[in-house]
């Protein structure tokens, strides 16, 4: 079955650091992938497209990824804010018209 | 900025009842979702709605679920017959399907409790 594993163990980084987070997934050959930003008791907030043919995406202090063999997407976070604290998602999609299929999501958290 | 609505924020309903979970997605989108997330677990899909009609479904879209776009703004989650383990916080998204795989724009989310 299709699975898609994001470290569900807390990252804790120090201000000014970058943070990576990973997205790696199994049985599942998907046309884009994308990034979601989530603050507790709200919805996901987009962040970052990126399709199978591409291989790096940026936006800002953001960069994300895609590795079609390895099965594995990275999410960077340069030059990490406390603001930056929040859990994201990654979410695969193009299997079926546009649904996603999300991971578990990754809990950031930035220490002044 | 436009933005998805939803209403109402909190539902509470006793195990059996029926519940109606309204949305107002952006003005020009074209494609509807609606999402749940049992509390600690991941974000899961429902039902996407494209042309006044299903476009997909998951296994989770059974028959105590239906959708409806009743006029050209609401977009509505109805569950006929609650369970407790219909408990989630439910997200209604739209996407302007202007391309393939367009970013979706989440709602704020009904949390739903089932007693």
């Known amino acids: 079955s299709q699975k898609i594993e994001q470290n569900s163990e807390a990252l804790n980084i120090q201000e000014g650091k970058t943070a990576t987070l990973t997205c790696n997934y199994t049985?599942?050959?998907?046309?884009?992938l994308q990034w979601y930003r989530q603050d507790p008791g709200r919805g996901p907030v987009f962040l970052l497209l990126i399709r199978e043919n591409e291989k790096e995406k940026r936006k800002e202090r953001l960069k994300v990824t895609f590795d079609t063999t390895l099965k594995q997407s990275l999410f960077h976070i340069t030059a990490s804010q406390p603001a930056d604290s929040a859990t994201y998602l990654c979410a695969l999609g193009g299997n079926a018209g546009n649904m996603l299929t999300f991971g578990g999501g990754t809990r950031l958290m930035v220490k002044p | 900025e436009p933005e998805v609505t939803q209403t109402p924020s909190h539902q509470v309903t006793q195990m059996g009842q029926e519940v109606i979970l309204r949305c107002v997605p952006i003005s020009n989108h074209l494609y509807f979702y609606w999402y749940r997330q049992i509390l600690g677990q991941k974000v899961e899909f429902l039902v996407s709605f494209y042309n006044n009609e299903i476009s997909e479904k998951s296994e989770i879209f059974d028959d105590q679920f239906s959708v409806e776009r009743p006029d050209g703004s609401n977009f509505t989650l109805k569950i006929r017959s609650t369970k407790l383990e219909d408990s989630a916080m439910y997200f209604c998204?739209?996407?302007?399907?202007?391309?393939?795989?367009?970013?979706?724009?989440f709602g704020p989310g009904t949390r739903l409790t089932v007693t």
């Open positions: 998204a739209s996407s302007e399907a202007s391309s393939y795989g367009d970013e979706q724009y």
């Open positions: 049985n599942y050959s998907p046309a884009y």
